[in-house]
Structures are given as C-alpha cells and as structure tokens.
C-alpha cells in the first residue's frame, strides 16, 4: 500500500498570501496524483489530477507540480473560500487507492 | 447537471447491518466506475470500494473485505454498498463518487470528480 504523508498538518496564512503545500508518497506514484478540497461540511471536490492539470471550473490560482514522490500544491494569492482542508490522492498503485491525511489551511 | 444522492445512514448496533444507497443522474451511469469512500468524524478520507461500469469488477479495502459488498443497479442509475457486521470504526460519513474518466481507461485512473453529499453512519449500541 502507498502511504501518503502531507505536511505541514495545519497552514496558517492571511488572505492574499501564498499557501505551499506538501505531499510526499512511500514510493513513485509517477504524476499520478490529485489534489482535493474540503469546505467545513461539504464533499470534497477535484482540483487538480495528473499532478499538474487544474479539473474543469477551478481557478488559476491553483497548480500542482512534482512526479515520483514529492508532490506540492501552490495557492498564490489565498481568497476566503479557500481556507479548507486539502487531501491528496494516488492511482498509480491500486487496489487500494489511498488518500493523505490531509492539510488544514486556517486563517492566521 | 451530474447529481450523486446518497440515503441509508442511520444508527446501528455492532454487528448490524445496513444498505446505502447512490442515485445518480446527469450523465451515462453505466459508462462510469463508482466508488464509496468514507470519513471518520474529525479524520480524513479513506477509499472503500470501488465498482466497474458494467458492474462486473470490484475492489474492497481491506478491512472490509468479506463485510461490505458493493453493487449497481444501471436499470435504476443506483449504486448501493451492503454493509454487514458493523464495527464501531466503521462509523463515518460515506460518499459516493464517480470517476472522473469513462470506459476502460477511466477504470484504471480513478480519480473522483463528482460526490455525493455524505450520508453518516453511526454504529453504536
């Protein structure tokens, strides 16, 4: 089983600032490896798949970037909405898929 | 408009059982793998199970293997999750959601681009 460990576990940034986050894999997972977003009470939603590829409606603010097993998700400029928790997530080995444990972006 | 509805929650005793039920509309049901995955109040997301399109391949977690067991329904656009012996750890949130990618090729690259609203559920005398 892949182990995703995502650092730091809680961000705490102003809005406006610029957010890093991390995901490093127990092994290469290639870039086959997407991020989600986690507003207090709803589902998650896609933001970027195959490391680096923003999904369908999500803004530009949002990149990925790494392959093999450092992985990072960049939020230039911190709107509101964005204060979340981020999970990542691989497909390059499965059954099973597996997620980290996730960051908490929380507003300093 | 993609919709994913999930319903069956509820409370139940160790060793109880329980259905979830998915209702899914907005796209071509049948074209696309499906998967549940649940969160522990306060924890992160943890992948369940998955089920091919067509509903002839499927993938447990382990530590639900031989408990829970996942099917579809494409006559009624429903994906259901059987869940048997019910432990207290299985207590979570469980969302249904639909691969990204369609066909084969969405088979093996599952990514998750629409969820369910969760239902929860609480095993627990």
Do not use: H
């Amino acid at each position: 089983e892949i182990v995703l460990t995502q650092s730091p576990a809680t961000l705490s940034l102003s809005p406006g600032e610029r957010a890093t986050l991390s995901c490093r894999a127990s092994q290469s997972v290639s870039s086959y490896l997407a991020w989600y977003q986690q507003r207090p009470g709803q589902a998650p939603r896609l933001l970027i798949y195959d490391a680096s590829n923003r999904a369908t409606g999500i803004p530009a603010r949002f990149s990925g970037s790494g392959s093999g097993t450092d992985f990072t998700l960049t939020i230039s400029s911190l709107e509101p909405e964005d204060f979340a928790v981020y999970y990542c997530q691989q497909r390059n080995n499965w059954p099973p898929l597996t997620f980290g444990g996730g960051t908490r972006v929380e507003i300093k | 408009e993609v919709q994913l509805v999930e319903s069956g929650g509820g409370l139940v005793q160790p060793g109880g059982s329980l259905r979830l039920s998915c209702a899914a509309s907005g796209f071509s049901f049948s074209d696309y793998a499906m998967s549940w995955v649940r969160q522990a109040p306060g924890k992160g997301l943890e992948w369940v199970s998955v089920i091919s399109g067509s509903g002839g391949s499927t993938y447990y977690e382990d530590s639900v293997k031989g408990r829970f067991t996942i099917s579809r329904d494409s006559s009624k656009n429903t994906l259901y999750l059987q869940m048997n012996s019910l432990r207290a750890e299985d207590t979570a949130v469980y969302y249904c959601a639909k691969n990204m990618w369609g066909g084969r090729s969405g088979w093996f690259s599952p990514y998750f681009d629409y969820w369910g609203q969760g239902t929860l559920v609480t095993v627990s005398s």
